[in-house]
């Protein structure tokens, strides 16, 4: 009897066989669950903007106080169309690059010198303690006194905020690596660099991720930070320029700018996580 | 029969918190034929896990010393394979990645180790997870990976730290198993620390057990049984018998070392 109804449900294994408790056929799939909370998430975005517009054109109706969406659209249209706006945009992005860059590099070198290197981390350690709770941007007056108004004064700044917070994570990823694993390493002959390269590095790729992260952030208040300061060009100038002449519309679309460069990074970090470090996808979805 | 590993006069001591020293092992000496199958049981924290390290060349020793082929052991060695208690797998790395990983540190190319690693995981019962990562494979899986990544070195002697103590009781038993029929088809000296009696009578030719504070051999048993060995006679009153033996000798130990 088992047996014949264990063939029985094996044959039509595809379809929800009617014998299955209906709490389970009815439960939602991982996909459904997904689809569910993107769909949530769109209408989530649509309903923001639609308020945004619609606060705008009936709430607040004095062009200085606030801008509907389709204004700050239409503002962002002539800009692009006359070029400036792909001018501006290019010496911010340009700026963030450069600084973002160049704090990735170093943080990561000088973190991972540190965690393997007692006597770095002796000699560094005070320093980096010391500036990383800073309110580093105050340094922005200094900088534009040494390396002038134009790009280096900028890139000056998003490095120094920048690099603090991905060297404290490169230096913690190095730390954390499980000395267990360390151990089999040496149980397999590892060479010092061998350990480093295929245990110390990967285990320390995730805090790495994390730093980057945070790092952004950080590079892109830089980045406004230094062009607020003074500048001549770039999208933080466009928002100083706009403020001045009462031009709310172009200050939201700046920020616009300004969010929308944030998100599309952190995105790519993500997907250069999953690129990096598929195991940890794999982790997730196993629990 | 040859000897393969040859133990003298072996002491390790730790420094305590205090800078004292400790001796954790006291002057360990026995010796170990090629192909044997030799277990260590023992209370936990009696310094099995100290004299396995040791002998893999993890740790330096303070007194005596170590020879494998009459070689005196300084560090690690090709000539010993090591498949750790804990989960020692690299969670970055896949199946296949892990059980190469000892031969890509030699520099052995892909195109080598990657068939032999295939033929490894064939061997251990897991061949077409060769792309998994570790984290999605259950705990008995993954033992059998650090078995295979362990083998694929070709060492002469397998330091096993008792391997099996995180799996659950079947899948410990179906382990046990196979690691005997992988041990008669690929006739290596096995050095098999376990805290678990039935598992060392079931496994070794021969069982050491270990005393505390300090650890030294209390006693070395000769197992009579046949090979092959069915997973029935764990329930044959000769084994009861020598796991009962073995038992009180502990058993006494513990109540010795709780007295010290
Ligand atoms: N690295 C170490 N430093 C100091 N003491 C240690 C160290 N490793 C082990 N010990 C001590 O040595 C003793 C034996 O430990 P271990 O060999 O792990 O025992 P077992 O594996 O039999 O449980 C324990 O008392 C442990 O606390
Ligand atoms: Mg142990």
Known sequence: MTQISAAHDEA????????????????????????????????????????????GQFLVTNPILFSPLSKVLAVGWKLLLSGELMRHFGVSAL??????ALSALVGVALGFLMATSRRTQDILDPWVSFFYSSPLVALMPFFLLIFGIGLASKVAIVFVIAV???????????????????????????????????????????????????????????????ELFASRAGVGYLITAAGLSFDTATVFLGVLIFSLMGVVLMEGLKYLEHRLAPWRKSVQETH | MTTKLQ???????????????????????????TNQFVCIVGASGCGKTTFIRAIGGLIPVEEGEVRIDGQRVEGPGGDRGFVFQHDSLLPWRTVL??????????????????????????????????????SELSGGMRQRVNLARALAIDPDVLLMDEPFAALDAQTREIMQRELL????????????????????????????????????????????????RPLSLKRSPQFLKIVDEIWTLIEQEVVASMQA
């Open chain 2, 97 to 134: 990645d892990n059980v190469v990983f000892g031969l890509e540190v030699r520099g052995v190319k892909p195109a080598v180790s990657h068939p032999l690693a295939e033929s490894l995981l064939q061997l251990v019962g897991l061949n077409g997870f060769d792309k998994h990562y570790p």
């Open chain 1, 95 to 100: 700026e963030f690059a450069l600084g973002f």
């Open chain 2, 181 to 228: 029929k992988i041990w008669a088809q690929k006739r290596k000296t096995v050095l098999f620390i376990t805290h678990q009696i039935d598992e060392a009578v079931y496994l070794g030719d021969r069982v050491l057990v270990f005393s505390s504070r300090p650890g030294k051999v209390a006693a070395d048993i000769a197992i009579p049984f046949e090979r092959p």
């Open chain 1, 12 to 55: 039509k294994v595809q379809a929800p066989s009617p014998a299955l408790p209906a709490r389970l056929t009815q439960a939602p799939t991982q996909a459904q669950l997904t689809a569910r909370s993107r769909r949530r998430a769109i209408l989530s975005v649509l309903g923001g903007l639609a308020l945004w517009e619609f606060t």
């Open chain 1, 164 to 226: 603090f917070p991905i060297l404290l994570n490169a230096f913690v990823g190095i730390r954390s690596a499980d000395p267990h694993l360390l151990e089999v390493a040496k149980a397999f002959n590892c060479t010092s660099s061998q350990i480093f390269t295929k245990i110390l590095m990967p285990a320390a790729l995730p805090f790495v991720i994390v730093g980057l992260r945070l790092g952004i952030g950080r590079a892109l208040t830089g980045v406004v930070v230094g």
């Open chain 2, 7 to 33: 133990v003298s006069g072996l002491s390790k001591y730790f420094l305590t918190r205090d800078g004292e020293p400790r001796k954790v092992l006291d002057s360990i000496s026995l010796n170990i034929e």
